[in-house]
């Protein structure tokens, strides 16, 4: 398929336009039944990340990565177990719905400890993407010199 730029761009744009699905994902380890939960804004693109983090022996999460290679990829599975419902409601916010479900999740499955891979100190770093980027923004932002 030949495409002129014009077409390439507009399929680019309308791409980067279109609001991904938010939601909770799950990545199970079939052997020792233990389990990773994270949320994102673009829950498809996260798995596709973790799941290409995982092969590449990248991943943020060390636990997960040494039985990824002790057990073999193939002993895992990878599940998206809620999405976030969108509103027309302007004062909806998808972060927020997204920080509480994946709350939630990680509650009912008790992902930290000995039954998964979450630290319950540690957000999920897809979740907490939005606060850091606001956090790097002010730092940009901020003309006070420093002492």
């Not at 909770?24 to 290409?52: C, H, K, P, Q, W």
Request: net charge negative; charged share 30%; aromatic share 6%.
């Amino acid at each position: 398929m030949n495409l002129s730029p014009e077409s390439r761009r507009a399929i680019s744009r309308q791409y980067k336009e279109t609001a991904r699905p938010a939601g909770v994902f799950v990545i199970r380890n079939g052997l020792t039944g233990r389990v990773y939960v994270a949320g994102s804004l673009d829950v498809e693109g996260a798995m596709n990340r973790a799941r290409f983090e995982l092969n590449m022996r990248s991943h943020r999460n060390k636990a997960l990565g040494r039985d990824w290679i002790a057990h073999g990829a193939d002993r895992f599975t990878f599940e998206v177990i809620d999405r976030v419902k969108e509103s027309e409601d302007p004062a909806f916010d998808r972060a927020e719905e997204l920080e509480k479900l994946l709350a939630l999740w990680r509650e009912e499955l008790q992902c930290d400890g000995d039954k998964g891979y979450n630290t319950p100190s540690a957000p999920a770093a897809e979740k907490s993407l939005p606060q850091i980027n606001a956090a790097l923004l002010a730092l940009c932002l901020d003309d006070t010199p420093n002492a």
